[in-house]
């Protein structure tokens, strides 16, 4: 169980929006790795699709199996992608000022294994719905994770106030 959180980095967005938001130098110094983020993007829709690349991997070593609920109805799905998927983000249709909320979870981020990735996701566009997503990706590389980089799946670009948070977690 874990016992300590510790607060690595942080980045927020500023104004003009930013392509990405960014850690990196990330020690091993840990057991596992949490990102939680508050984010919304200039896509030309209520969502946005997010992902994470690790050490500037943008290859299509990374999969994912996702389920998800858009207020109406529910399915699933799965992908081979250039980053690991890990839901979805509110977008520039949305109700004004609202930000969707990640919470990502990477266990053994610096052992010698492929690295597990999973994550849950909550829109809201008061307006006409929710969306939510219950994520698990895999990258299939077993280098240790040193740099994460957060940016939307279609290209788009994270607004004022976006944030994310990177916590080491040790089990000692």
Same mark, same amino acid.
């Given at each position: 169980? =874990? ?6 980095? %942080?980045? *927020? ?6 392509a990405n938001m960014e850690f990196t130098s990330?020690?091993?110094?840990? *057991? ?10 200039? =896509? ?14 943008t290859g299509s070593n990374y999969s994912y ?12 799905? /799965?992908?081979?992608?250039?980053? =690991? ?14 930000? !969707? ?9 610096? !052992?010698?294994?492929n690295k597990s990735v999973s994550a849950d ?18 990258? %299939?590389? *077993? ?10 799946? /279609? ?18």
């Amino acid at each position: 169980m =874990a016992t300590t959180y510790t607060l690595i980095s %942080s980045v *927020t967005v500023g104004s003009g929006g930013a392509a990405n938001m960014e850690f990196t130098s990330i020690a091993a110094d840990y *057991t596992d790795l949490v990102i939680k983020i508050s984010g919304r993007t200039n =896509a030309s829709n209520y969502v946005d699709d997010l992902m994470l690349q690790f050490n500037s991997d943008t290859g299509s070593n990374y999969s994912y199996r996702q389920l998800y609920g858009t207020g109406s109805a529910a399915g699933s799905g /799965n992908a081979t992608t250039s980053g =690991a998927y890990i839901g979805t983000c509110t977008a520039a249709t949305a109700t004004a000022s609202t930000f !969707g909320n990640l919470d990502t979870y990477i266990p053994n981020y610096a !052992g010698s294994a492929n690295k597990s990735v999973s994550a849950d996701a909550v829109t809201e566009n008061n307006a006409t719905g929710s969306f939510v997503n219950l994520v698990a990706s895999l990258w %299939s590389n *077993t280098s240790a994770i040193t740099s994460i980089r957060i940016l939307s799946l /279609n290209g788009n670009n994270f607004v004022q106030y976006s944030s994310a948070y990177l916590y080491g977690i040790s089990n000692a």
